[in-house]
């Protein structure tokens, strides 16, 4: 089966650094995204990762370890604005050569003063 | 301007009306997609077209139905509504030859069935 796990909430404080951890279990796996999601917004893309390491973008990071099922991602210097879902999704690729996308449940961060 | 526009933003309804949800995109982009948000559940993808003439059903199917105009519009409809489709649908697009296939997402449409 294919199956995407991530926690529910997390809460950090301002200026702070956050890891938000995705574990799966998908057959043909081709790509992590990472997504942010603003309570009733549209998802936009933060990352992607293919292959194993670390990629830096400004305050986010997103690390890759496709022997281990797992990735996360790393907010630095957190701001009241970084509160948000942030939505795992692995990319799987089927039969018929369809990449689809499958979403984890997203994690909602809760950034305090 | 947005790239990704979806109409309406909000609809409420009731059940056993027809209801169609529209999507445009200026993007560019060769493929596109409709999915269902509830809370405490991913995004699930119900339809998917990867050209105009090339429609494909997703894991939740069943009550939707949709349709690739053009290349940059994609409506999703529901045939008959039911209290259960009640979620928030979002529209998304990729080029398929760039970006990693990236997916960009619509603002929403919160749809209600009462």
């Known amino acids: 089966g294919q199956n995407i796990d991530q926690p529910t909430e997390m809460t950090a404080t301002e200026g702070a650094i956050v890891q938000i951890n995705c574990t799966y279990q998908?057959?043909?796996?081709?790509?992590l995204f990472w997504y942010q999601q603003h309570a009733g917004e549209a998802p936009t893309f933060l990352s992607y990762?293919?292959?194993?390491g670390l990629e830096e973008k400004g305050r986010f990071s997103s690390f890759l370890s496709r022997s281990k099922g797992y990735s996360y991602l790393l907010l630095k210097e957190l701001q009241m604005k970084d509160s948000a879902s942030y939505l795992c999704?692995?990319?799987?690729?089927?039969?018929?050569?369809?990449?689809?996308?499958?979403f984890g449940a997203g994690t909602r961060l809760a950034v305090h003063p | 301007d947005a790239d990704v526009t979806q109409t309406p933003r909000n609809r409420i309804t009731k059940t056993g009306k027809r209801i169609m949800l529209e999507c445009s995109q200026t993007?560019?982009?060769?493929?596109m997609y409709w999915y269902r948000q509830d809370p405490g559940l991913g995004l699930r993808l119900i339809y998917y077209?990867?050209?105009?003439?090339?429609?494909n059903k997703g894991e939740i199917s069943d009550g939707y139905s949709v349709s690739r105009q053009a290349q940059a519009k994609f409506s999703l409809s529901l045939e008959s509504a039911i209290p259960n489709q009640t979620a928030l649908y979002f529209c998304?697009?990729?080029?398929?030859?760039?970006?990693?296939?990236?997916?960009?997402f619509g603002p929403g449409t919160r749809l209600t069935v009462l």
């Open positions: 999704a692995v990319r799987a690729f089927q039969s018929g050569g369809y990449n689809k996308l499958i």
């Open positions: 990762n293919v292959l194993d």
């Open positions: 993007k560019g982009h060769d493929r």
């Open positions: 998304a697009t990729s080029n398929s030859g760039r970006e990693a296939d990236t997916q960009y």
């Open positions: 077209s990867f050209d105009v003439k090339d429609i």
């Open positions: 998908t057959s043909g796996f081709n790509g």
